[in-house]
């Protein structure tokens, strides 16, 4: 039996199972949670695009906020200590926002590139401890994985 028999049969027991008691079943090759590498590098680079324009962008209107507000606070203006105030807190949470979006394209590029490691280091461990035959790329199939486990 191929990894792709035993593979297609495993998750149709577990479908079946994850169904039970239900009254529904769910359909073969639904329940996979698949993400892409591409997936995770668009939303990284959505959030690294992010982090660029909102470092410049959210950012332009401090120094003419702080001008401003010492001014009329120092012409007797209480609105002149409520925008130095205002001014203070809108930095704070760019601030934030932007160490936000770099923890979110950090994570996923670390992400991306661990996932990759742990599958290559997988694939070869398998290949190890699989049995070599001539013609067969090494690869061992979910049968005998499951030896390993019992």
Not at 81 to 86: C, D
Not at 88 to 96: D, G, I
Not at 112 to 118: E, F, Q
Request: with cysteine.
């Amino acid at each position: 039996m191929s990894f792709d028999d035993e593979w297609a049969s495993a998750k149709t027991t577990a479908m079946h199972l994850n169904g039970a008691g239900g009254g529904a079943t769910a359909k073969p090759g639904t329940a996979d949670y698949v993400v892409e590498d591409d997936e995770l590098g668009d939303i990284g680079h959505a959030a690294f695009d992010l982090f660029n324009g909102l470092d410049s962008g959210g950012k332009h209107a401090a120094a003419a906020s702080g001008t401003a507000g010492t001014s009329l606070k120092g012409d007797g203006f209480a609105s002149g200590a409520a925008l130095t105030e205002v001014n203070k807190t809108w930095e704070t949470q760019v601030r934030t926002l932007l160490q936000a979006c770099a923890h979110i394209s950090n994570h996923l590029d670390h992400t991306k590139k661990s996932r990759k490691a742990d599958d290559d280091w997988i694939g070869a461990r398998l290949r190890i401890v699989g049995p070599l035959v001539p013609g067969d790329d090494g690869a061992v199939s979910a049968s005998q994985i499951d030896t390993y486990f019992r």
